[in-house]
């Protein structure tokens, strides 16, 4: 997406592009300068001297408009209103009554650039001073009510635009803080949890290992009783740290249809998925087994399918074999490889087969009617061990 997230910068130039569109659109109202420019009877050098200053307005405007919020210091932000003041009360007292419009700018630039502490005050200064210009210029009274609600409405909107911008800023840094926060602590419970695996353990091998090692020569067999019971104690941690670190990497539904509607959006296919599954009851295997089977579905899906619809079902089933919940994942694409020959546990759709099969659940896949079908069905009532291989 290339569209400017509010309260970010622009990434690249396209942002930029897209953000001086949207700035330079209200531009628009110049209009009345500009045609006094063209048909209003001045001489060639005042044209030129308009065109001028009406360039350095909108330069001016610009620049600070686009750089509001960057942090630069009040004192500075001032000035520059002070200059697009300065700019609109010449323009508009030597060229006439069409120029006036320049201090609803001055008034927006105001709300836009200037905290609110400092815009509540500048905004009906801007404003006074419209007014006492309208007051001396020919007929500037004719424009004054059209301009002086525009300039009020305008300015005090911008300054709530411009605190929503603060806000939205302040909450996406506060969010990445968090995840921050959340990546430390979970890598502080994970360092917890293998030092209490491995502490023991490593200890345990350690003392063996010297007691082997002094063993050695004279008692050969009590050594080798040593040495089996080094073999026996590192398995056992082995095993304890694959069960930990797969915990930490074992997936959840919600995120897993989370991350395929932005998956499914991303690659221009219509997602069609359900709210907020029920998960009560169902044991963490076959919740976890069908993230995996939603995962693997989505991405073929994205990679192979050449789809344009995609339909993810979660539903749950009564048996004869028990209570199911059953996910079913359906494209209108064409085909493609799906879950490639030779894949290893965990690839494809063989390595689902497997993760099913070691929950107490199957899987289904093949070609449907006009497209491509996996349905995978894991059971909600917690089954024994030694289901999986009936499954």
């Known amino acids: ?50 065109w001028i200053g009406l360039a350095a307005f909108v330069f001016w ?17 001032l000035g520059s209103v002070a200059v697009l003041a300065a700019q609109s009360t010449v323009l508009s007292l030597t060229l006439g009554r069409e120029w006036l419009v320049l201090y609803v ?11 609110f502490r ?19 210029v020919p007929g500037g009274t004719a424009f004054l009510t059209g301009l002086l609600f525009p300039a009020l409405l305008g300015g005090f909107s911008m300054t709530g635009v411009r605190e929503l911008i603060r806000t939205t800023t302040e909450l996406r840094e506060a969010r990445a803080t968090v995840a921050r926060l959340a990546a430390n602590e979970e890598r502080l419970r994970l360092a917890r949890d293998l030092h209490d695996l491995l502490g023991h353990s490593l200890s345990l091998i350690t003392l063996k290992s010297e007691l082997a090692g002094r063993m050695l020569p004279g008692h050969p067999e009590k050594a080798a009783q040593q040495v089996a019971d080094i073999e026996q104690v590192s398995r056992q941690a082995l095993v304890d740290v694959r069960a930990a670190v797969a915990g930490y990497r074992r997936p959840r539904l919600l995120e897993e249809l ?28 076959s919740e976890t087994a069908l993230a995996w089977a939603l995962r693997e579905a989505v991405t073929n899906v994205v990679r192979h399918s050449g789809a344009r619809r995609c339909t993810v079902e979660l539903l749950r089933r009564r048996t004869l074999d028990g209570l199911l919940l059953e996910l079913a994942v359906e494209d209108d694409g064409s085909g493609g490889p799906r879950g490639g020959p030779g894949g290893g546990p965990g690839n494809g759709l063989t390595g689902l087969t497997e993760r099913l099969t070691q929950a107490g659940g199957t899987l289904e896949a093949g070609r449907a009617r006009n ?19 009936g499954a």
């Open 105 to 115: 700018y001055v008034a927006i630039a105001s709300g836009a650039a200037l905290p």
């Open 61 to 77: 405007y610009f620049t600070l408009v686009v750089r509001a919020g960057r942090g630069e210091r009040n004192g500075v932000v």
């Open 1 to 50: 997406m290339n569209s400017v997230g509010m309260g970010q910068r622009p990434q690249n130039r396209r942002q930029q592009v897209v953000k001086f569109l949207w700035v330079g659109i209200w531009l628009a109202y110049l209009s009345a300068p500009v045609r006094d420019l063209l048909r209003g009877g001045h001489s060639d050098g005042v044209v030129v001297l308009g």
């Open 371 to 389: 497209g491509f079908l996996l349905i995978a069905r894991a059971p909600v009532a917690a089954v024994p061990a030694d289901v999986g291989s």
């Open 118 to 136: 400092l815009a509540r005050w500048m905004i009906p200064a801007v404003s006074a001073l419209l007014t006492g210009a309208a007051l001396l």
């Open 258 to 285: 989370a991350g395929a509607r932005v998956a499914l959006t991303a690659a221009g296919i219509t997602a069609e998925l359900p709210a907020e599954p029920d998960l009560d009851g169902v044991p963490e295997d």
